[in-house]
């Protein structure tokens, strides 16, 4: 089992509409948890941390489960923007770790006029 | 600020060929990170440091070298260039991670390398 998994997509969604994907990851041991964004041709950017708890930030709402080990994000009234590859990200310590971060492949989302 | 930038932006070596990308970053960050990414697939960690003089190997190390003597920059050296390191290579950086949640790393904008 690949150590971050996501489905590659593409996604093709209208304006307005509220999508959602999923990501799981092996290790249990994994503490920290992001949702990056990148753009085609360019570097991620953190969209934003996922806390044990849940978590929204506008229209994104992210959710961890530990115990099925994935994670979500959701995104609504999707706005052209939107479009981009979003990349699930896991770190195995408590702080981000300092040997880096476990990258999935990423899912391609296409808002369409 | 500039954030973390790197140069070259594109590259073409010939196999056999060396080269040096340049990494810098003024966020005063202590930690520093070199990942490659190749088409359809996740960033791998080449090489990271946690401050200058301390470097350690990723995931994916072998045919790369490293060295960080100021807190700013953090060149990744490639000795002996095969097809096989065709990449995009992205430099990033980031504070001491927390005990209680992550910390954001910063991405410089990536240097295009093709070995032929």
């Known amino acids: 089992r690949k150590e971050v998994e996501q489905d590659p997509g593409p996604f093709n969604v209208p304006e307005g509409a509220t999508v959602a994907f999923n990501c799981t990851y092996s290790?249990?041991?994994?503490?920290?948890f992001f949702w990056y964004r990148q753009d085609c041709r360019k570097e991620p950017k953190l969209l934003m941390s996922v806390y044990s708890s849940g978590n929204e930030d506008g229209r994104f709402t992210a959710q961890l489960n530990r115990a099925s080990q994935y994670i979500s994000l959701l995104i609504r009234d999707s706005k052209l923007s939107d479009s981009a590859t979003y990349l699930c990200v896991v770190s195995r310590d408590s702080g981000g770790g300092a040997d880096g971060l476990t990258f999935g492949k990423g899912t391609h989302l296409i808002i369409q006029p | 600020n500039a954030g973390v930038t790197q140069t070259p932006k594109f590259r073409i070596l010939k196999i056999g060929q060396s080269m040096t990308l340049q990494c810098t970053q003024d966020?005063?960050?202590?930690?520093m990170y070199w990942y490659r990414q190749d088409p359809g697939m996740g960033l791998k960690l080449i090489y990271y440091s946690v401050g200058a003089g301390i470097t350690d190997k990723g995931e994916v190390p072998n045919g790369y070298n490293v060295s960080r003597s100021t807190t700013e920059d953090f060149p990744l050296r490639l000795e002996l260039a095969a097809p096989s390191q065709t990449s995009v290579y992205f430099c990033?950086?980031?504070?001491?991670?927390?005990?209680?949640?992550?910390?954001?790393?910063?991405f410089g904008p990536g240097t295009r390398l093709t070995v032929l």
């Open positions: 966020m005063n960050h202590n930690y």
């Open positions: 290790n249990s041991a994994s503490q920290s």
């Open positions: 990033a950086s980031s504070s001491p991670p927390h005990k209680t949640g992550g910390t954001e790393q910063f």
